[in-house]
């Protein structure tokens, strides 16, 4: 059985602009915006839960006997980066850099044009970046200097794709070995990859996740998702769920 948690960042800057001006929030959005105070506070928060003492005691579906995570994963988007770190120094677990988690979309910005918003593709920080500022963060060995994403924006077209893809590497790597896995990431990819693993049709429909609201989804060894509880927040205090 393969059980993957997958866990929203923390609040962001680009979040509370969302709440503040949703009309104009394309053009002033930070490309890789950073956590804010309340994200700080949430990622913490979400350590500390994790980070209980675990106890197999045979099918837990609310994780009352903890998490026992045995992996961890994170996108490199600042905000995810971030949280991971929260949880990786909580739990002692290695954070692994899994840059196809990224938001849908990828780096990008967007300026007024005539008809349409002009989206423009940004590089994002490169290996030394990633080396100086989280030195325990484990990189792909074909980081390059020049940015992790440099191209330009992610069409949508290519969202369940890439989210059939992240899946298929979970599986791959960890399924049948009853491992648990955390992989911290964003709103709209961790949508995509329920629409991928549940074979959704509905033409238009959202999954909610709040900040660092947490996931299950079981794989059994035959292939067989299970949706065992979704945006679970109970661990945050009101005024942290946003």
Excluded at 6 to 14: K, L, V, Y
Excluded at 144 to 152: A, L, V
Excluded at 158 to 165: F, G, M, N, V
Aim: hydrophobic content about 35%; some cysteine; proline content about 6%.
């Amino acid at each position: 059985m393969l059980e993957l948690f997958f866990i929203r960042h923390g609040q962001s800057t680009n979040n509370v602009l969302m709440d503040q001006d949703r009309e104009n929030y394309l053009y002033n959005r930070e490309v890789d915006p950073d956590l804010t105070q309340k994200g700080v506070e949430q990622a913490a928060l979400a350590a500390e839960y994790l980070n209980r003492p675990y106890q197999n005691n045979g099918f837990d579906p609310q994780n009352r006997d903890g998490f026992g995570l045995t992996h961890l994963y994170c996108s490199l988007m600042i905000r995810a980066v971030k949280t991971g770190t929260a949880i990786s120094k909580k739990t002692g677990l290695p954070l692994v850099a899994m840059p196809e988690v990224h938001e849908t979309g990828g780096m990008f910005y967007a300026e007024r044009g005539e008809e349409e918003p002009k989206l423009i593709g940004q590089p994002g920080p490169g290996k030394s970046y990633f080396k100086r500022e989280f030195p325990d963060l484990i990189l792909p060995e074909d980081l390059s200097e020049e940015g992790w994403w440099n191209r330009e924006k992610e069409p949508r077209e290519e969202y369940l794709d890439r989210a059939q893809s992240v899946i298929d590497r979970l599986i791959r790597d960890h399924a049948g070995k009853n491992h648990r896995v955390g992989v911290v990431m964003h709103g709209g990819i961790f949508a995509r990859m329920l629409t991928v693993l549940f074979q959704i049709q509905t033409p238009k429909y959202w999954f909610l996740m709040n900040n660092c609201g947490i996931s299950r989804v079981e794989i059994s060894d035959d292939g067989r998702p299970m949706l065992i509880y979704m945006n679970k927040v109970d661990f945050l205090p009101d005024h942290l769920v946003t």
